[in-house]
């Protein structure tokens, strides 16, 4: 029969002893240990999976290979794993931390690197820590809209990372799943130390890392979830704020394209198999008009949806020659230069009805800082995609 063991008294002589045996003198908290460690790190890898899985969809419909097609519907399907991409990556900022701090220790232990494999081992930890640091850190910067501190491309060191950090993170997991199963399997052997006040058990500490978690999405996910907007206190960019009801990133100033769009020679120019084609605003809003309720949803989190009205993108298509269900499709901005200023508008979005070069916001003309006088709207596409101050549309047959 097994007997259940139990609860361990320590008396204060005693544990001064163990201490001194394991040299951890400095570090007498009585919550560290293995099933600790474990249990937040199975939270933190599933929180890594999210986050790397929503990542990646972001990654691919920015710079989509043959293989990978994203469909125009459900709509809101992008606004929900990029709003769940920047809400894990926030929400896993305490749980690291707590991570960190119960492992850190190790790092003082005599001798620094018993042996090769612990120093490969090791080695793969550092790269871990690092990789996962500097994802959640660029992700903040990125979010608050800060790059001075990043002197590199934002969207391809963030990418890059991220794999190196899954990477050492499976490496990790290998190594660390016989100790998981271990610490998990044994039940927790209650500790009762006889002279220290007893205080903030693993279980709070667990607690207190969920609830941190918790309170970070609550003040963040307000920016994308519309109820939570109200306590979403953290929240950059929220849906409601900004000209006509919608955040804005890029401003037409900060584009300087004010000029161009304000000027009496602006026109749409639309360019295709059948020839050219200039439109004057007049005749664009001479077209067959139709409306779209639409989010704006940008990688970087928030979202808030708008109704715009203006012509279908698919039928600017049809009137230069081309085939909406087979043609690539570039929207250009009247911005020179710019990273954003053009995108390829993926094939489902072009055929679907939804898509418009649009006109208006909740029925005025667009604010210039929307996109005046034309921007691209298409249902489940990144923000970075949706070109505003469009002019020109280039159709060109598949290739
Ligand atoms: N021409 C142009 N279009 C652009 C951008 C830009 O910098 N230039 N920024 C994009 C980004 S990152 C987002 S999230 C959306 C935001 O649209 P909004 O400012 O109307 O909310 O516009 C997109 N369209
Ligand atoms: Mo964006």
């Known amino acids: 029969m097994v007997r259940h063991p139990g609860p361990r008294v320590i008396t204060a002589p005693r544990l001064v002893a163990t201490v001194r045996r394991a040299g951890l003198g400095h570090f007498p908290s009585r919550l560290r240990g293995e099933r600790l460690t474990s249990q937040l790190g199975i939270a933190l890898a599933v929180a890594f999976a999210v986050c790397f899985g929503t990542g990646l969809v972001s990654h691919l419909i920015q ?49 620094p690197v018993p042996d090769l494999v612990t120093a490969v081992e090791r080695a793969g930890v550092a790269v871990l820590v690092a990789a996962a640091l500097f994802e959640l850190v660029t992700g903040v ?22 794999w190196l950090a899954a990477g050492a993170l499976l490496a990790h997991i290998g190594v660390k799943l016989p100790v998981v199963r271990r610490s998990l399997r044994r039940a927790a052997r209650p500790t009762v130390v006889a002279t220290i006040a007893p205080g903030l058990d693993r279980r709070g500490l667990l607690r207190a890392v969920a609830a941190a978690s918790g309170l970070i999405t609550v003040a963040t996910v307000g920016q994308t979830v519309a109820v939570l907007t109200p306590v979403s206190v953290l929240a950059p960019r929220r ?18 394209v004010t000029a161009a769009v304000t000027s009496s020679a602006y026109r749409l120019v639309v360019d295709g198999p059948a020839g050219r084609t200039a439109l004057t605003l007049e005749q664009l809003a001479g077209w067959p008009q139709h409306t779209s309720d639409l989010p704006i949803a940008c990688v970087e989190g928030w979202s808030g949806t708008g ?27 009247v911005q020179v230069g710019g990273r954003w200023r053009a995108a390829e508008v993926p094939r489902p979005q072009v055929a679907d009805p939804l898509t418009l070069i649009a006109l208006r916001l909740r029925g ?15 249902p489940n596409l990144p923000g970075v995609l949706q070109t505003k101050w469009v002019g020109r549309i280039t159709v060109r047959g598949a290739s």
Not at 149 to 156: E, I, K, R, V
């Open 63 to 111: 710079h989509p290979p043959d293989w990978f097609g994203w469909p125009a519907r459900p709509v809101w399907l992008y606004r929900a794993t990029q709003g769940l991409h920047v809400a894990t990556g926030l929400a896993t900022v305490p749980l690291l931390g707590a991570k960190l701090w119960s492992v850190y220790p190790a790092l003082f232990r005599r001798p």
């Open 141 to 162: 910067f990125n979010i608050a809209l800060w790059y001075a501190p990043m002197p590199f491309f934002f969207p391809s060191a963030h990418y890059w990372t991220a």
């Open 239 to 256: 849906p409601g704020t900004g000209p006509q009801g919608l955040p804005v990133n890029r401003t037409a100033l900060a584009a300087g």
């Open 307 to 333: 109704r715009w009205t203006g012509v279908r993108l698919r039928d600017l298509v049809t009137l230069v020659g081309g085939d909406p269900r087979r043609d690539r499709v570039l929207v250009e901005s």
């Open 364 to 378: 005025e003309p667009l604010h210039p800082d929307h996109g005046y006088p034309a921007r691209l709207i298409a």
